[in-house]
């Protein structure tokens, strides 16, 4: 079966100012995740599923619908507060979202088939697609997953420190500690540091961190809401308290249900959190226009 695609994109964007899952970074409008579904169409992907708002719902089908017609399968799935297993309730003054694990357990009844999931606004790599495709081609077990593995080094900034989860593996390269470590930046001597309220640790770069790039199979769902059901129990009082991908992972491999292969990855990430980040992503995928990585109109 060919692999889905699943966006996770129901962000509200807040510090960039807008929608920027829809915004324009190409030369012909295009949105990095026009890039994303070029990337994953070029490896063998055959459908993508939206995670988004329903207020989102116009925007979205008015910027991909037309121009991915004939090119791939196209399904939406709104992720709102009351979208929960039943049984639960949600607590009445909740207004934040659930987390990125909660978005990926709304597309349940959208994907029946292997799945990566992705942000909405970070760009990837069409190698990272690739890797993702091999890996579902090459086994069929149902508890057998994958995260892709970025160089640390790779994914910094220049203008300030950044979050990222620090992927630890065992010799034969399956996942066994996602440490999300923040405030990773480079000092002054170039060395890279994270540094937390006085817990620093340095790294040299090579260490892979995770951007949210996952390769999973249709059984994950269950053990998603099983896991979200446990996260209410435990947090229904903490209204701020999300239920992340991370935490679903670490408990998988925690409690020996899952296995989870770093799949290595050589690209460079970017991707946009605030409105300085736009030129610097535009000016990228300009380059990699220019140097042949991608036509100059995604969609003709």
């Known amino acids: ?26 030369p012909n409008g295009e949105s990095i995740i026009d890039y994303s579904i070029y990337d994953a169409i070029q490896t063998g992907f055959q459908k993508v599923v939206f995670v988004i708002r329903q207020s989102f719902a116009e925007a979205f089908k008015e910027k991909f619908t037309d121009k991915l017609k004939g090119k791939i399968e196209i399904d939406y799935v709104f992720q709102e507060l009351d979208n929960v297993p039943t049984g639960i309730t949600v607590p009445k ?4 979202p659930w987390g990125t694990a909660h978005a990926v357990m709304v597309a349940y009844d959208k994907v029946k088939e292997p799945f990566a999931v992705i942000n909405a606004d970070d760009f990837y ?4 697609y690739q890797a993702l495709a091999d890996f579902f081609s090459g086994s069929d077990q149902e508890l057998d997953f994958s995260i892709v593995g ?21 010799q034969e390269g399956y996942l066994t500690e996602i440490e999300e470590r923040l405030n990773i930046h480079y000092t002054q001597e ?21 951007m949210n790039m996952m390769g999973f199979r249709p059984s994950v769902f269950g053990y ?11 947090h229904h009082q903490d209204l701020k308290k999300e239920f992340y991908i991370p935490d679903v992972l670490e408990r998988l491999i925690s409690e020996n249900i899952a296995r989870v292969k770093i799949l290595p990855s050589s690209e460079r990430w970017f991707g946009v959190t605030y409105p300085d980040d736009k030129p610097i992503v535009m000016e990228s995928i300009s380059q990699k226009i220019k140097h042949g990585e991608y036509p100059s109109n995604l969609w003709e």
Do not use: W
């Not at 003054?93 to 934040?96: L, P």
């Not at 790599?125 to 990272?128: A, K, N």
């Open 1 to 26: 079966m060919k692999p889905t695609l699943l966006i996770l994109a129901a962000g509200m964007g807040s510090r960039y100012g807008g929608l920027k899952q829809t915004d324009s970074f190409g």
């Open 93 to 96: 003054d909740r207004t934040k």
């Open 125 to 128: 790599g069409q190698s990272s």
């Open 150 to 170: 970025y160089q640390m080094d790779k994914t910094l900034s220049e203008h300030g420190g950044v979050s990222r989860a620090v992927c630890h593996s065992d």
């Open 190 to 210: 170039r060395k890279i540091i994270s540094d937390m309220n006085g817990d620093v640790q340095q790294y040299n770069g090579k260490e892979f961190v995770s």
């Open 224 to 234: 998603i809401q099983t896991f979200f059901k446990d996260f209410i129990q435990q």
